[in-house]
Every structure is written in C-alpha cells, then in structure tokens.
C-alpha cells in the first residue's frame, strides 16, 4: 500500500511495520482456509498495494469454496479490531495506536470487499454469478463492471473528496484502482485460455461432471461446436437439443395470428448430443467451428 512507502519515508516504522503486519495476516488467513479445503498454497506475495496469494485449487473446486477463502481474508480484521479495543479499554494500548489499528483494520476490510476483481469482493461476485449464469458470461461481466465501476470511483474520488476519505485514504485508493482495471484487462485478454483451460478440466473429470445437474440446451443448426460451449454453467452437466423454429398461423375474431413455436426435430440417434461428445469434438477433432448442420449431414441418418 502507499502508506508502506510513506511510511518507510517518514520514519513511522511503527505504523509500517504494523500494516505491514496486518497485509501478512489478512493473506495467511486467505491462506490457511484454502489448505483447510484441500487446495495447494504455492505462495504468498507482498504487493505495493497489498498482497496476493497464489494457489491452485482441486479439480473442479465447487464456488462456495471460493467465497469461503475470498472471504477469510477481510473477516479475519473482524476479531482483530475486537482485540485492539480491548487492549485499548484496557489501557495497554494509547488511544492513538488503538484508532491506528482500528483505522488500519477497517480500510483492509472494506476495501476488499468491493465488488472489483481481482479483489476478494470481486472474486466472491464472480463465484456466485457462476452459480446462476454461463461460465463465459460470468467472467466477461466481472471483467467488465470491475473497469466501469474502477473508472467511476476514481472519478468520485477526484471530484468527492469525501467519499475518497471514507475509503481511509483517498490517494491509496485512487493510486489502487488502476492495478485493478490492468488486472481485468489482463484477465480479459486471456479469456479464451480461461475457457480452454475450464473446458479441458471438465473433458478430464468427465466422469465427476456427469453426476451434476442437467442442464438441457436448445441448439441451432447455425451454432458451432464452440458457440454450443459458451452456454455451459460451471455446475451443471449439458445436454444439447436440436430445435426449428416454424410459424404458426391461426384465425381469431377474423384476424390472423401469427405466432413462433419451437418444434423438436425427431429423434434419429443423433439427439440428445451430450457435453461429453461436444468436447470431445472440441478437443480431438479439432471441430470446434463445426457447426450443427455440418455435424448433422455427417453422422444423422436422416437429412433434416
């Protein structure tokens, strides 16, 4: 953080020492969850503006074991602000390090849960949107409200003085938004390899991803073998119909009414397509612009 650097400048070695101490312990916290779910620590990194773990998790780690690390990290400050007010009351501590510790404690607590990746809110935002939206969809819409909502703070902050000093320091703020909007243009950029990489993970525990929900998906002739994939959830397990589109005509008080209903073409054996053949083909064959129609002339036995 920019209090670090001030600090060493200005000869505060107390105060540098105790945020420092406090980055180190919300990112142990971060830590020590994630040993206890099972997921492996590689290291813990000191940042100018924070800390970073960096971990990689089991196959297919569920999301709320993602919320439930993002969110050890701010909670751990909970207790400490307790603790420093008891030394406070207790009078082992002057009332001037016990409003250090508290004003310290509280801007790593509520700054990290702003809903902004790659911050632990931000992460806790995405884990849960995955649970109610497509995996693709859930990470371009995180990516993309971090830049608006980063722009729109430093904005409030330049022009609302106010609203930067309730974030306990209005210049570290300003200063830490711009790592975060890097963070989502770098996390956007990699988009496809996030995808490959979820896709590739699904292909290799296939057998674990069959026992999940199903989640039956209507397809056009149109779509490709990669477009049919952007439409996966990361706790369900798809299963791909084929649909036409035809219009439907009927006469009410001598008007015609025209309506689109959604007719399911005959089974032949090619439908139901499940997720395991539609990675497959991703993966093996090579096709992921094969598209339905193209599929369909291969392998059905029936034109349609």
């Known amino acids: ?8 400048l200005s000869g505060r070695w107390f105060e540098l020492v105790t945020l420092f101490t406090l980055v180190l312990i919300h990112e142990w916290a971060h830590a020590v969850c994630a040993r206890v779910l099972g997921w492996e620590v590689h290291s813990v990194v000191l940042l100018p503006f924070g800390g970073a773990l960096y971990v990689t998790p089991p196959p297919l780690a569920p999301p709320w074991q993602e919320v439930a690390i993002a969110l050890a990290g701010p909670l751990v400050h909970v207790p400490l602000i307790v603790l420093g007010w008891f030394w406070t009351a207790s009078h082992l501590w002057q009332p001037e390090m016990g ?8 801007m790593l607590f509520l700054f990290n849960l702003l809903p902004l990746y790659p911050l632990d809110g931000g992460r806790i935002v995405l884990s849960l949107l995955t649970l109610i ?16 909502l980063s722009v729109l703070f430093a904005l409030t902050i330049l022009f609302l003085p ?6 306990s320091g209005s ?3 300003l200063l830490m938004l711009p790592y975060v909007v890097a963070a989502s243009i770098g996390a956007f950029r990699q988009l496809n390899y996030t995808m490959h990489r979820f896709f590739l993970e699904r292909y290799m525990y296939l057998e674990a991803v069959r026992s999940y929900q199903v989640c ?3 397809v056009k002739g149109h779509w490709t073998m990669g477009r049919a994939l952007r439409t996966v959830y990361r706790c369900y397990y798809h ?11 009927r006469t009410v008080h001598n008007r015609l009414i025209r309506s689109k209903i959604r007719i399911f073409l005959p089974d ?10 539609i990675l497959a083909l991703y993966f093996t064959a090579g096709s992921a612009n094969m598209t339905f129609s193209e599929w369909e002339a291969e392998h059905c036995q029936s034109s349609r």
């Open 1 to 8: 953080m920019l209090v670090l650097a001030l600090g060493a």
């Open 99 to 106: 409003r250090f510790w508290f004003e310290g404690n509280a």
């Open 133 to 148: 939206l497509p995996y693709r969809f859930a990470l371009m819409t995180v990516y993309g409200v971090t830049v608006f």
């Open 162 to 167: 106010a609203f930067g000093y309730a974030l």
């Open 171 to 173: 210049l570290s703020a």
């Open 216 to 218: 039956r998906t209507q």
């Open 239 to 249: 299963v791909y119909d084929r649909a036409s589109d035809r219009v439907y005509e």
């Open 268 to 277: 032949d054996g090619c439908y139901p397509l499940e997720e395991a053949n």
